[in-house]
């Protein structure tokens, strides 16, 4: 009888935990992703020529999917905080978007408009529409092949109050 109490209270502090958690947790609101494309590539190890004026450096150990996705934002949009197993390289093509990096231990806002980018290495952020007008970006997104290619996090982030 005891043993079933336990295990009944476990049972209950494991499921008021992950209620909490999902309570604590970022959701979008105002944005509409849609998938572009998916594609799988295999492992890799490349390196652009020396004497480009692009200089960069690529390696994988396994097979990844490369992911591409276009978010329509509406005026007051936010992606919630949230995660990427890898890299992502983020384009605004409509509007202006503010970001915000999870780990950032001043919440500098980032605002980037049409035609520029940022790098985000996966850690976290949050993509909020703070112009009042729609916006628009489109993401390419490193991830495991088939896997998830975004996680949520806690909010608000431990540096900003949202």
């Known amino acids: 009888m005891k043993r079933r109490v336990a295990v009944t209270t476990a049972m209950v502090l494991v499921a008021l935990a992950a209620l909490v958690g999902a309570t604590l947790a970022s959701p979008p609101s105002g944005v509409t992703p ?7 590539y295999d492992a890799f190890k490349l390196r652009s020529d020396p004497h480009s004026p692009v200089d960069i450096k690529q390696k994988t150990k396994s097979p990844i999917d490369v992911v591409v996705r276009r978010h329509d934002y509406l005026p007051g949009s936010t992606t919630g905080w949230h995660s990427h197993p890898g890299p992502v390289f983020i384009t605004v093509t409509q509007g202006e ?65 949202f």
């Open 34 to 40: 849609t998938l572009v494309a998916r594609g799988t």
């Open 97 to 161: 978007l503010t970001y915000y990096l999870y780990d950032d231990p001043t919440c500098t806002p980032h605002k980037v408009g049409v035609g520029q980018g940022i790098v985000d290495d996966g850690g976290g952020h949050i993509v909020r529409n703070e112009s009042g007008l729609p916006a628009q970006d489109v993401s390419v997104i490193i991830a495991p092949v088939g896997g998830a290619f975004r996680g949520e996090l806690d909010a608000p982030g431990p540096n900003c109050s």
